[in-house]
């Protein structure tokens, strides 16, 4: 009997699911996430595009993640730390809190001609 080559088919259970919004909700990329599940990136992205359930669960996994850190920087905020306020501020309601106002200046003139002037010999020295 001949042995296979190559790695074992990929099968989406429910454990795998599981790993993958978890891995997902930590912030890993999704070419990390492949490393750890032990597959290339284009076998993610394939499995994304094929199954509902599989993609659902790396969405899943990452609003989580971004749940928990929001959650954690207005915590901050509230408690009075400055840094976790202005950055809060400033994502959250741009408009009103920016480090730099934009200005935009028009020219009202075109230039048609530009003439070049030689200098005169004595001015070389």
Request: proline share 4%; hydrophobic share 35%.
């Amino acid at each position: 009997m001949a042995k296979s080559r190559g790695r074992p088919p990929f099968e989406i259970t429910p454990e795998l699911l599981a790993k993958v919004e978890m891995l997902a909700s930590q912030g890993l990329t999704q070419t990390q996430i492949a490393s750890v599940i032990g597959c290339a990136l284009s076998t993610i992205m394939d499995k994304k595009k094929n199954y509902t359930e599989f993609s659902e669960a790396i969405k899943r996994g990452q609003a989580k993640g971004i749940a928990k850190i929001t959650n954690k920087l207005f915590q901050r905020a509230s408690e009075g730390d400055n840094t976790a306020m202005i950055f809060y501020l400033k994502n959250r309601d741009p408009e009103n809190w920016k480090d730099r106002v934009e200005s935009k200046v028009e020219a009202t003139h075109t230039i048609s001609k530009i003439e070049l002037v030689p200098l005169d010999d004595d001015s070389k020295s």
